[in-house]
């Protein structure tokens, strides 16, 4: 499975982002997919994520209500849109896709993921 994450920038806080995550190699369908980031000198946290027998997302209590997370399966395409930013939204976004095996408490971290996409830089200015 090969991910490519696309769609960082550098933005202004309040404004707005698409990333995009492309999949190939496995039918996207049947893969669970994740976002997640890393600040520097952090350890790399879940944005959120998309199971992929559900069509409702799930998300970390730092991102609710503010980004959003949906597929297009005709595109492999994974997107997360990232609304009202913040400075502390500032890093690298990955995206991840895990096996249909996996259970939810699995797919909290980046453990649970078996394969990544290069990261997307993401930098709100205050």
């Known amino acids: 499975v090969q991910l490519q994450a696309s769609g960082g920038g550098l933005v202004q806080a309040g404004d707005s982002l698409r990333l995009s995550c492309k999949v190939s190699?496995?039918?996207?369908?049947?893969?669970?997919m994740g976002w997640f980031r890393q600040a520097p000198g952090k350890e790399r946290e879940i944005v959120g994520g998309?199971?992929?027998?559900?069509?409702?997302?799930y998300y970390a209590d730092s991102v609710k209500g503010r980004f959003t997370i949906s597929r297009d399966n005709a595109k492999n395409t994974m997107y997360l849109q990232m609304n009202s930013l913040k400075p502390e939204d500032t890093a690298v976004y990955y995206c991840a896709a895990a096996s249909t095996r996996k259970i939810q408490s699995e797919l909290r971290g980046p453990g649970g993921y078996d394969y990544w996409g290069r990261g997307t830089q993401v930098t709100v200015s205050s």
């Open positions: 190699g496995r039918t996207f369908s049947n893969v669970n």
């Open positions: 998309l199971r992929w027998s559900s069509s409702n997302p």
